[in-house]
T-cell receptor
Framework: DVKVTQSSRYLVKRTGEKVFLECVQD?????MFWYRQDPGLGLRLIYF???????EKGDIPEGYSVSREKKERFSLILESASTNQTSMYLC????????????FGDGTRLSIL | DQQVKQNSPSLSVQEGRISILNCDYT??????FLWYKKYPAEGPTFLIS?????DKNEDGRFTVFLNKSAKHLSLHIVPSQPGDSAVYFC????????????FGKGTKLTVNP
């Protein structure tokens, strides 16, 4: 069974801090994704990666960056956290070139004060 | 431009009755469609999917119908149970892409005992 693990379930940070959200998957998946979920807005794609050291912008990349140094790990970085980045952050992974469901982690509820 | 639309933010049904959740899409390149279920403070869980070469897929109490000419899909849950109360997201992807999913904004289903 695929396991996608996000390092924190709940996180509270202050405005202006640099924030790191970590995601690890154990199924050797090539593709990994970061979304944020906000009430009434659904899941919006921030960044995705289809290979180590590769990254692509999603629909809302502003204020975020990512890092993929190892295949199993995909990190989301908030360069200078702002209150409008308070949200639920979700990581997902999938094998490439397969029409299979993405597997999600449990999410990180991030609050920026 | 919202490519996947769930026009009903909420739906309330009685236990034992049928729940029907609807989803419309605009991108004719979409060829794979999924439904995810999400409880608060958890990641989305895959429920059921359908390829564009089919018009129906069943899995136990869950059936997804696809009408390509109308660019419409629906999820039927029969019989509905209180444990089905959650937010349901419709998602779609296009073949040959990076397995990116485009999500609707979700429908909150409440099943009353």
């Amino acid at each position: 069974d695929v396991k996608v693990t996000q390092s924190s379930r709940y996180l509270v940070k202050r405005t202006g801090e640099k924030v790191f959200l970590e995601c690890v998957q154990d199924m050797d998946h090539e593709n990994m994704f970061w979304y944020r979920q906000d009430p009434g807005l659904g899941l919006r794609l921030i960044y995705f990666s289809y290979d180590v050291k590769m990254k692509e912008k999603g629909d809302i990349p502003e204020g975020y960056s990512v890092s993929r140094e190892k295949k199993e790990r995909f990190s989301l970085i908030l360069e200078s956290a702002s209150t409008n980045q308070t949200s639920m952050y979700l990581c997902a992974s999938i094998m490439s070139k397969t029409h299979q469901p993405q597997h999600f982690g449990d999410g990180t509820r991030l609050s920026i004060l | 431009d919202q490519q996947v639309k769930q026009n009903s933010p909420s739906l309330s049904v009685q236990e034992g009755r049928i729940s029907i959740l609807n989803c419309d899409y605009t991108n004719s390149m979409f060829d794979y469609f999924l439904w995810y279920k999400k409880y608060p403070a958890e990641g989305p869980t895959f429920l059921i999917s359908i390829s564009s070469i089919k018009d129906k897929n069943e899995d136990g109490r869950f059936t997804v119908f696809l009408n390509k000419s109308a660019k419409h899909l629906s999820l039927h849950i029969v019989p509905s149970q209180p444990g089905d109360s959650a937010v349901y997201f419709c998602a779609a992807s296009a073949q040959g892409g990076s397995e990116k999913l485009v999500f609707g904004k979700g429908t909150k289903l409440t099943v009353n005992p």
